[in-house]
Structure formats: structure tokens, C-alpha cells
């Protein structure tokens, strides 16, 4: 189905930090450009980074700038969301999707994704 699966989902503490890694096992990921979301309880899906099929291009929501961080590995089989100074009002599912976007530019917008992973649940609590 080309459906990505997301893993490293945790309980962590205030401050801490976790990385999420998303892949799609007989897929390369390379073609696509990939997006980070997450769905805390009773809120709409929000989409937080996502990082261009070339890795030149790579956009953060204001709510996690400059302490999460949006990588893709060489090979290009593997995404992953760096998660630092997590807060509580981080706590949600994420989910990783693939946009059939080729070149230097990405949207994080749920309604233009290709493909899901199941989601990560993660909690920020003391």
C-alpha cells in the first residue's frame, strides 16, 4: 500500500527530548516530499514540518521551530522528526505522510498527502 509507519513513540518528560523515524519497508522515500503531523486529543490534525524530495527545502510550524528538526537519511529510505525541549502541549499522535511533490518544496497540509503512517503516540508529562 506504500503506507510509511512511524516508530519511537515514548513517554518523556518536560525538557527531554525523543526522535521519530518514519519509513516505508520496499519503498524509497526519495521521490517524495514527507510531512510531519500530529493530532493532540479533541484538536484538528496539525501539520508541523516538512522537508522538500531534494532535502534543500525544509519548513517548521511556529510551534516547534528551533527545537524540532526534520531529517531525511542519504539513502533516502528513512525520515525522521528530532524532538527537543518537549513540552506538555507537545502530547499527541504523529504521523508521518508522504506528498507526491518532486524538487525543492514542500506544504505540510493534510489535504495534499499521498500516504500516512499509522501514527505515534506521544506524551509529555512529569
Known amino acids: 500500500s506504500g503506507a510509511a509507519r512511524g516508530v519511537g513513540g515514548d513517554l518523556v518528560e518536560p525538557g527531554g527530548s525523543l526522535r521519530l523515524s518514519c519509513s516505508a519497508p520496499?519503498?524509497?522515500?526519495?521521490?517524495?516530499?514527507m510531512s510531519w503531523f500530529r493530532q493532540a486529543p479533541g484538536k484538528e490534525r496539525e501539520g508541523i514540518s516538512c522537508i522538500s524530495s531534494d532535502n534543500t527545502y525544509v519548513h517548521y510550524a511556529d510551534s516547534v521551530k528551533g527545537r524540532f528538526t526534520t531529517s531525511r537519511d542519504s539513502r533516502k529510505l528513512t525520515v525522521y522528526l528530532q524532538m527537543n525541549n518537549l513540552k506538555p502541549d507537545d502530547t499527541a499522535v504523529y504521523y508521518c505522510?508522504?506528498?507526491?511533490?518532486?524538487?525543492?518544496?514542500?506544504?505540510?497540509?493534510?489535504?495534499?498527502?499521498?500516504?500516512w503512517g499509522k501514527g505515534t503516540p506521544v506524551t509529555v508529562s512529569s
Open positions: 520496499g519503498y524509497t522515500l526519495g521521490y517524495y516530499g
Open positions: 505522510a508522504a506528498q507526491m511533490l518532486h524538487g525543492s518544496t514542500c506544504a505540510a497540509d493534510v489535504n495534499a498527502m499521498a500516504y
